[in-house]
């Protein structure tokens, strides 16, 4: 997939609102492949619904979204089920981790369906991050930011021709906040995939080529 197109799309419950300061609702956008995008955004203005029209988890919108020139909109669920294997990796804002198990065993669940990246390689960003000594350690235990960086990681056991991350680092330190813009940069720019972020105001530092303002 080389291109994402949004023809005036906006959520069905913004309808009589007025739009007017936004560069996504109700706008032309392109989304390409290799590029990184921005999209700064209040509480409460729609980010990770756009994330979720995108990701084809909700359709609550008017509008067209276009995949390649081919209306998403009309997709069957056998047709999304491959665009999340193969196409489109998605960071959830509220990180979606199962907490009863370990950090290496949630990875594991989405690796193993991909069979995408090797264990060295996955142990390798454990220890880019900061939490190679919490591999084997519980989700439920483990701080808000470092399960972040797991479900950084998790994104990245796939094939990817974009890349969304939903307020990415809303628990991270600077240092840290780097680092996962590091991991990101460098495995986007190894599979040549676009990559959307969102922020409310923590913004993950990469070098984007277009910012929006939702």
Known sequence: ???????????????????????????EVSFKKEKFYLIEANSGTGKSSLCSFLYGYRNDYEGDILFDNENAGLFPISRWVELRKHHIALLWQELRLFPEL?????IQIKNKMTGFQTDLQIAQWFDMLGI??????????????????????RTLCQPAD???????ISHLDEQNSRLMADLLT???KRQGAGVI?????KRLELNYDTTYTL
Do not use: C
């Open 132 to 153: 190679g000594d919490k591999r084997d350690a519980l989700i439920g235990r483990m701080s808000y930011g470092q399960q972040q960086r797991v479900a950084l990681i």
């Open 162 to 168: 974009f890349i969304l991350a939903d307020e990415p």
């Open 102 to 106: 370990t950090a290496w065993e949630n």
């Open 186 to 188: 460098q495995e986007a």
């Open 197 to 201: 972020t969102t922020s409310i105001g």
């Open 1 to 27: 997939m080389e291109k994402i197109e949004l023809k005036k799309v906006q959520p069905h419950v913004f309808r009589g609102r007025d739009l007017a300061q936004s560069n996504i609702w109700g706008n």
